[in-house]
């Protein structure tokens, strides 16, 4: 039996057990490779054009603590990332200003 999916809206078969999360166990003909973790967005995508039995996947199922830790990893470099960009605001402010006080008087000058 072949299975094709046109649109996210369907329904995948009722065994399927759904996760965030797949590992490939057998690629066939998919741009995937074999072990290769990939997310549910991903698959759905994939069975828009390849029916479901050309594509081999096991579902990642992780508990609730795995699932707050990967969140809270996610948190800390995305917290990370923020404080590097605010610094880097504050660098990048600092040097607008200074440009603007070295150059204020040619400014006033030229009338801006």
């Known amino acids: ?20 999360q797949y590992t490939v ?4 003909l998919s741009k995937f ?3 290769q973790t990939i ?11 390849q029916p ?7 579902p ?3 508990d609730e603590k795995q699932k ?4 809270e990893n996610k948190i800390k470099k995305l917290e990370k990332r923020i404080n590097e960009l605010e610094e880097d605001n504050k660098k990048l402010s ?8 070295k150059y204020e008087d040619s400014f006033r000058k030229a009338g801006m």
């Open 94 to 101: 600092k040097q607008i200003s200074d440009y603007i006080k």
């Open 1 to 20: 039996m072949t299975i094709k999916l046109t649109t996210v809206q369907q329904i995948l078969p009722t065994d399927f057990i759904q996760s965030e």
């Open 52 to 58: 479901l039995n050309t594509i081999s996947v096991l």
């Open 39 to 49: 997310t549910h967005d991903e698959l759905i995508e994939y069975l828009k054009d």
């Open 25 to 28: 166990i057998e690629p066939g």
């Open 68 to 71: 707050r830790e990967i969140t």
């Open 33 to 35: 490779n074999q072990d």
């Open 60 to 62: 990642m199922l992780i």
